[in-house]
């Protein structure tokens, strides 16, 4: 592509401001951040972490993504299953309502569940006299994380459902096995790519997930406060640092998942 | 059991979206219309929305430049070494693993009056940090990768060997990428830009550390649905979050009509 | 135009693509490149296009050097092997593509675009697209667009290694006469003998960055100057150590010296066939297959498998058969020097004066 790029006079200029501009942009900031969190010294960097609040948020943080990866895997599957399996009503609707969590604001993804599941609804009405609590309490964040993560598992397995060959499960009836044998040995082995990778996308966002959390969630450190909310709150405060500091954490670990899917990726390219 | 699995499934939409939704509506509509109505035509709300415009616009416009740009330079380019291009390429994913409130966060320890940057910038006169050109940035920064990672796969599969029988035949930078790469990568970068606008309008994290939300001053309407729900202002906050629905719906209509499109090549 | 190359090199990373490479090729003339596939051939034309860049070495058109040229300006058509046609323009536009990038006036180049769908026997099909078309169309929509702008110096990428077999024939026949008739200055790469044999005026044989030889078909056929070359053109069978066959004893001067040896070179028959009996030896006949024109017989001789044919006008052999195998000559080669020899025994030693 040296043609197309090879007039001298705009190459230089091109090439610096792209350079520039991604330097600038992404790489900078980056950087920044972790600059800033030991800018006051490395000891004051373990304090902040070591601060139970802060640590609490990150572990809370953890559970909760964990919680709702697993619940994205199980029901993502099962809902890429239907959709690319059986043909029923309104499936083209459906299939394009799972790509809506990408399209919505988080901020309303939040109101929309505070607004189902709050004390003012039904449903969170009936919650109360059962005697457990939604919004406010842990159960809300998990759905909040559950819905703006909810097309990552769907999207990574159903190209996999649609590339399976179906000769590989007649290959399989035609030596006898049933069913559930069917799907453990054959068809769970090819989605399961697909449901990994899917929910590594969807933990990293979960861990990551903001504005539909803070929404519906209480700040009670350890019970509800997640490291985004925590960090938020630390801004606002004007304590920069004590923020930057758990940055750093939720940082390092989003960008390990991060070179984790990439390895995986290749891995899988390779084979 | 096909019956069990396809009625848990609408079940599930129902849940996670119909019913939400629906609950919003019936909640930004619960003082008729009048008080939706009102809501909107707040000073705030109106200013919020054309705030949330104004980024939409410039962030995109911005970004499907260098998303281009960045894009042909990742494919194309041989004069950046392989090494070198698999280190940019893993950058440019970053912003994805990165939460928004912490995007928020770099950007104001960068360019914040507090810092070295934002003091220069300060003295011309020039605010950033809870300031307009700072929500440009941080939303410009969640949403770079989307344009780039749509471009790119498309620019792979098609190969260099048409840009490449362009240069034999004489053409020349501007004439190849407009005659020869623009018509391969169109709807690819359609698709891009709705994602973008899908994605800057509906920016909250980032833009709510970095603005301040600054009531009328560097408010956007995502901004201001959380300031009317931590006022308890359930109304206001579901009319406006009803319209952003609305756009989102609207967006997502155009994504899926453009994803045919973009495949059928 | 007349195309001269000295000291061409070119590395991607470690490898060493092209080594050293010269050679002038004189105007007017159809070259081919030939050689196995990694071999360096693409790479020799890509940088004649100016599509790489070489390492050290000078390419020269017309006396000019255009290291330094972008491809755009150096008067070049090139054909690729997957032809590379723009899949959003008609036939029409693709082969316009040159012309229009040249500012032709539209009538110069709606009647140059018609004189070139005339010349490629592809009349009626301007306004379609190169998806509805087949392989061996779109090919013919590829050397249409690249001699539009007149170029002075042709390339080919291997371009019939993506065409059906029994379209490739024609094709060939078709190129070459294309190319005679337009009279320009050509060159292209194939890793099939038969292709460059039967279309080229003069072949080079490229192996591992390497030029082996040049010359015309039928030179590089019957003198080899290096063993690959010999081993490349043509079916041959090669010996370890030449003095096993009957007739070349003692062949290299004591050297250890191996013996190529072409089907051609072969006669097999029975006893009674041979003038010379006296140059044969015994061999066993192990395989024959019938090959339209001609048989294809598989002998073994003193533990080695020789090929070669036999006319259907002879007595027809049998598997099993005892019969006598005369080898006229061979090829052999040492470290030093390589070389045709007769076998030695076909003079008679006691010329019998009548």
């Known amino acids: 592509m040296n043609s197309l790029l090879r007039h001298k006079g705009w190459t230089w200029g091109f ?29 004051n960097f373990v304090e902040s972490i070591s601060d139970p609040i802060a640590w609490k948020s990150v572990l809370l943080t953890l559970k909760l993504a964990i919680i709702a990866t697993l619940i994205n895997v199980f029901l993502g599957t099962m809902i890429a299953w239907v959709l690319i399996r059986y043909q029923f009503i309104g499936k083209a609707l459906l299939n394009s309502l799972v790509d809506l969590p990408f399209a919505l604001p988080t901020a309303v993804g939040g109101l929309m569940i505070l607004l189902l599941l709050g004390p003012g609804s039904l449903i969170g009405k009936a919650a109360e006299a059962l005697g457990f609590e939604i919004v406010f309490h842990q159960p809300a964040i998990v759905i909040a994380m559950v819905f703006v993560t909810f097309p990552f598992v769907i999207r990574a397995v159903q190209p996999l459902l649609e590339e399976l060959d179906p000769s590989e499960e007649e290959a399989a009836y035609t030596m006898g096995a049933k069913g559930t044998r069917v799907f453990w040995h054959v068809i769970l082995p090819s989605m399961a790519p697909g449901m990994i990778s899917g929910g590594m ?19 009670i450190p350890g019970r509800t406060l997640v490291s985004s909310v925590f960090i938020f709150g630390e801004v606002e405060s004007d304590n920069p640092v004590s923020a930057a500091a758990v940055s750093v954490i939720l940082l390092t670990l989003s960008f390990l998942i991060l070179w984790l899917i990439n390895m995986l990726q290749m891995r899988g390219r390779r084979s | 059991m096909r019956k069990l699995w396809i009625g848990l499934t609408y079940l599930v939409f129902f849940l996670l979206i119909a019913a939400p939704l629906g609950k919003m509506a019936i909640g930004a509509f619960s003082e008729g219309f009048g008080g939706f109505w009102d809501a909107l035509t707040r000073p705030e709300a109106l200013h919020a929305l054309m705030m949330t415009g104004l ?23 041989n004069w950046i070494n392989r090494r070198l291009k698999g280190l940019l390429n893993s950058i440019v994913d970053l912003p994805y693993a990165v939460s928004p409130v912490i995007g928020g966060l770099m950007i104001v320890l960068l360019l914040g009056p507090d810092s070295a940057l934002g003091a220069i910038f300060e003295g011309i006169g020039l605010k950033i940090v809870y300031a307009i050109p700072g929500m440009i940035i941080a939303t410009l920064f969640v949403t770079f990768p989307l344009m780039v990672r749509e471009v790119m796969p498309v620019l ?13 035949l004489g053409a020349r930078g501007w004439t ?23 994605r800057s309008l509906g920016e909250f994290g980032a833009v709510l550390v970095v603005s301040g939300n600054i009531m009328n001053k560097t408010q956007t309407a995502t901004t201001l649905v959380y300031q009317d729900v931590e006022n308890f202002n359930v109304t206001a906050a579901g009319g406006i979050a009803l319209v952003l629905a609305a756009f989102s719906a609207g967006l997502l209509l155009l994504m899926e009509w453009t994803k045919r499109r973009k495949e059928v090549q | 135009m007349h195309v001269e190359v000295r000291g061409l090199n070119k590395h991607f990373g470690d490898f060493h693509a092209v080594k050293d490479v010269n050679f002038t090729i004189t105007k007017g003339h159809l070259i081919g490149l030939l050689g196995p596939s990694g071999g360096g051939k693409t790479s020799i034309l890509r940088m004649l296009a100016g599509l790489e860049t070489p390492d050290n070495g000078e390419i020269i058109f017309h006396g000019q050097t255009v290291n330094n040229l972008p491809p755009q300006e150096r008067g070049i058509g090139f054909v690729f092997q997957n032809y590379a046609l723009f899949k959003h323009m008609t036939v029409f536009d693709n082969i316009a593509f040159g012309l229009k990038v040249k500012k032709a006036s539209k009538t110069a180049i709606r009647d140059r675009v018609m004189e070139l769908v005339e010349l490629t026997g592809l009349k009626g099909f301007e306004k379609r697209y190169p998806h509805q078309l087949s392989g061996g169309q779109r090919q013919r929509v590829a050397f249409a667009r690249a001699l539009a702008p007149e170029p002075q110096l042709l390339l080919l990428d291997e371009p019939f290694a993506a065409i059906d077999a029994k379209i490739r024939q024609e094709l060939r026949a078709w190129l070459r006469e294309l190319i005679e008739r337009v009279g320009i200055t050509s060159i292209f790469v194939t890793h099939d003998q038969d292709e460059a044999i039967e279309v080229a005026d003069e072949i080079m044989i490229i192996n591992q960055g390497q030029l082996e030889q040049k010359g015309t078909p039928w030179d590089i056929y019957k003198e080899p100057k290096t063993p690959f070359v010999a081993t490349f053109i043509g079916e041959s069978t090669l010996i370890e150590d030449a003095s096993e066959v009957k007739g070349f004893k003692g062949a290299g001067d004591g050297k250890p010296t191996k013996a190529l040896i072409r089907p051609e070179y072969i006669e097999v028959g029975n006893l009674h066939e041979f003038k010379m009996a006296s140059a044969t030896e015994k061999g066993v006949v192990k395989h024959l297959h019938f090959r339209g024109s001609e048989w294809l017989v598989e002998v073994e001789v003193n533990g080695h498998k020789l090929v070669t044919y036999r006319s259907l006008e002879k007595e027809t052999l049998q598997p099993g058969q005892d019969i006598s195998v005369l080898v006229h000559r061979a090829y052999l080669f040492n470290d030093e020097r390589s070389w045709i020899q007769e076998n030695n025994l076909k003079e008679d030693p006691m010329p019998i004066f009548i």
């Open chain 1, 15 to 43: 090439r610096t401001t792209i350079l520039l501009y991604f330097v600038v942009l992404i790489v900078l900031p980056i950087l920044g951040v972790y600059y800033n969190s030991f800018s006051l010294g490395f000891g």
């Open chain 1, 201 to 219: 996308l969807a933990f990293s966002r979960a861990l990551a997930e903001f504005g539909a959390v803070v929404l519906v969630a209480g700040n």
């Open chain 2, 55 to 77: 980024v939409v616009i410039v962030v995109t416009l911005l970004n499907t430049l260098f998303g281009i740009m960045m894009a042909l330079y990742l494919v194309r380019a």
């Open chain 2, 156 to 168: 792979q599969e098609i190969g260099s060997q048409q840009e490449e029988a362009a240069s034999t």
């Open chain 2, 176 to 198: 190849i990428f407009w005659k020869v790469t623009w018509p391969s990568i169109r709807w690819a970068v359609v698709y891009g830009v709705i994602l973008t606008v899908a």
